[in-house]
T-cell receptor, first 114, second 115 residues
Framework: DQQVKQNSPSLSVQEGRISILNCDYT??????FLWYKKYPAEGPTFLIS?????DKNEDGRFTVFLNKSAKHLSLHIVPSQPGDSAVYFC?????????????FGTGTLLAVQP | KAGVTQTPRYLIKTRGQQVTLSCSPI?????VSWYQQTPGQGLQFLFE???????NKGNFPGRFSGRQFSNSRSEMNVSTLELGDSALYLC??????????????FGAGSRLTVL
């Protein structure tokens, strides 16, 4: 049972345009959501997160939106740059359970074309 | 400040063998988690350790085991290797467990190939 889903395996955008990566979840116990970026031959690196009590969090070019009623979150990258080309993983956790167990989606490969 | 260090980075084993992977967390971090990454499956949670105690375990067979030492370093072991165990094994550390302030920092992973 895939509790966190990223239905788009890949996404291609032009440099300077907006990239929108989507993520859906099924478990209403999740109270924190994170996005990680992964380059080949490297471990995932933390990008941005959002608590379930918020609906938006911004950090520079990156913004995460959370729609709890739809159990949906999205990551917006504006403007997109070639260096943003990587695999992006959405993850969810129930920190109320005193655990760091992250449930990851299967990832979206973002390609930013110069 | 050194990051999360995983050894070995690459290894090749044959079916039926066993393997031990090592993880040194960031200095001061007491929580260590392990994940398996395979194509199409994303990252699957294996275990979580905090202060030498296993806090959580993922849905993997008993061939997968782990432990954490008093210095927070962790090892995971896979016995009786199968072809399907070929994957990237990632270790992540954080200060504590169960808080949104504790973002996991991942190592570069150990790439296991089972022939």
């Amino acid at each position: 049972d895939q509790q966190v889903k990223q239905n788009s395996p890949s996404l291609s955008v032009q440099e300077g345009r907006i990239s929108i990566l989507n993520c859906d979840y099924t478990n209403s116990m999740f109270d924190y959501f994170l996005w990680y970026k992964k380059y080949p031959a490297e471990g995932p690196t933390f990008l941005i997160s959002i608590s379930s009590i918020k609906d938006k969090n911004e950090d520079g070019r990156f913004t995460v939106f959370l729609n709890k009623s739809a159990k949906h979150l999205s990551l917006h990258i504006v403007p997109s740059q070639p260096g943003d080309s990587a695999v992006y993983f959405c993850a969810a956790v129930n920190y109320g359970g005193a655990t760091n167990k992250l449930i990851f989606g299967t990832g979206t490969l973002l390609a930013v074309q110069p | 400040k050194a990051g999360v260090t995983q050894t070995p980075r690459y290894l090749i084993k044959t079916r039926g063998q066993q393997v031990t992977l090592s993880c040194s967390p960031i200095s001061g971090h007491r929580s260590v988690s392990w994940y398996q990454q395979t194509p199409g499956q994303g990252l699957q949670f294996l275990f979580e350790y905090f202060s030498e105690t296993q806090r959580n375990k993922g849905n993997f067979p008993g061939r997968f085991s782990g432990r954490q030492f008093s210095n927070s370093r962790s090892e995971m072991n896979v016995s009786t290797l199968e072809l399907g165990d070929s994957a990237l094994y990632l270790c992540a550390s954080s200060l504590t467990a169960g808080s949104g302030a504790n973002v996991l920092t991942f190592g570069a992973g150990s790439r296991l190939t089972v022939l």
